[in-house]
């Protein structure tokens, strides 16, 4: 032991003297807490057969003991609605399903973001009440096809980046570029889009926003408020740091669709190098954020 642990031990020693147990015990557990402890869940393509639905329920009551504020749902909650050849009875099973499984969690609230395999666009016209993101607006409870919320001094903001080219509307991009700046300085902000903004997945796999130059500078811009952008869609993990800002692809809940893995997959459920799951956030009252993200089995 060098002089500085001498010193280090001896003080702590004397602390413990001057101080007594009970003191000790108390500044050791007065540990910052996070205003906000968020479940993201994404891509759950949900579907009646691999035994989905009950693998899926399991995972909420397995997030349900993280004693989690609301949940966050990054899109692609239905296996799909978008192929060429999807019935209106399908899409119809598809979404009872998912009502049936987050039964469960109706004392949450659900902020969810639009996924394209949610979508019905083979719908027999347009003017059929089932066509469209707005269908998937009425199914998901959301209050529109982009929006955002504040939660305990935290600020929201969910994205529809189904559109040309994987990039938001202009009406939609204006009303973003307003909601960041009526926020008081230094709001913390989080932004949730089912596409990777920026990240290190779309390199692997393509799949990210085509407008992240605009959505980048713009963040940056307001770059006191925004501090994480979630994501989605190409079912794979990463963190990456951008301008301080943190982008989270956080996997997928169906890992491999619900299936055994793809032929280069790392493990059972796994698409490429990442297993099934979910991330856990905790927000904090300086905008710091942790996001966890969290295998879940078979």
Same mark, same amino acid.
């Given at each position: ?18 101080l ?18 968020v479940?993201h ?37 239905i ?6 050849d ?6 119809? @099973? ?25 979508i ?5 016209? @347009?003017?059929?009440?089932m ?6 607006v ?12 504040t ?15 994987v ?10 570029? @307003?909601?960041?700046? @009526? ?6 902000t ?14 692997l ?12 500078s ?11 952008c979630l ?10 740091v ?16 619900w ?19 979910y ?10 954020v ?5 295998p879940?089995?078979?």
């Open positions: 032991m060098n002089r500085r642990d001498i010193l280090k031990h001896t003080g702590l020693m004397a602390a413990g003297t001057l007594g147990p009970a003191a000790i015990k108390a500044a050791t557990s007065n540990k910052r807490k996070p205003v906000l402890t479940a869940i994404t891509d759950v393509h949900i579907r009646q057969d691999e035994n989905a639905p009950e693998r899926f329920k399991k995972c909420l009551e397995e997030i349900k003991k993280k004693n989690v504020d609301f949940f966050l749902n990054g899109g692609d909650a296996f799909d609605a978008s192929y060429d999807v019935k209106r009875e399908r899409v119809t @099973q598809l979404w009872s399903i998912w009502d049936d499984c987050i039964a469960s969690l109706k004392s949450y609230n659900i902020y969810s973001c639009i996924g394209n395999h949610d019905w666009w083979k719908a027999p016209s @347009q003017e059929d009440n066509y469209g993101k707005d269908y998937v009425k199914r998901l409870k959301i209050p529109h096809r982009y929006y955002s919320v939660k305990n001094g935290w600020h929201f903001i969910i994205l529809d980046g189904n559109n040309k080219d990039s938001l509307d202009e009406e939609q991009y204006q009303w973003l570029e @307003q909601d960041l700046q @009526q926020l008081a300085p230094g709001t913390p989080l932004v949730m889009s089912h596409y990777p903004i920026l990240g290190v997945t779309p390199i796999v393509g799949g990210g926003h085509k407008d992240h130059q605009r959505l980048k713009l963040f940056y811009k307001h770059r006191d408020k925004v501090k994480v994501s989605g869609h190409n079912h794979l993990s990463d963190n990456a951008y301008n301080g800002i943190r982008y989270c692809c956080n996997g997928a809940m169906s890992g491999f669709w299936g055994k893995g793809d032929k280069d997959s790392a493990g059972t459920g796994y698409y490429l190098e990442t297993p099934p799951g991330a856990i956030l905790k927000l904090y009252e300086n905008g710091e942790e996001n966890e993200y969290i879940h089995t078979y």
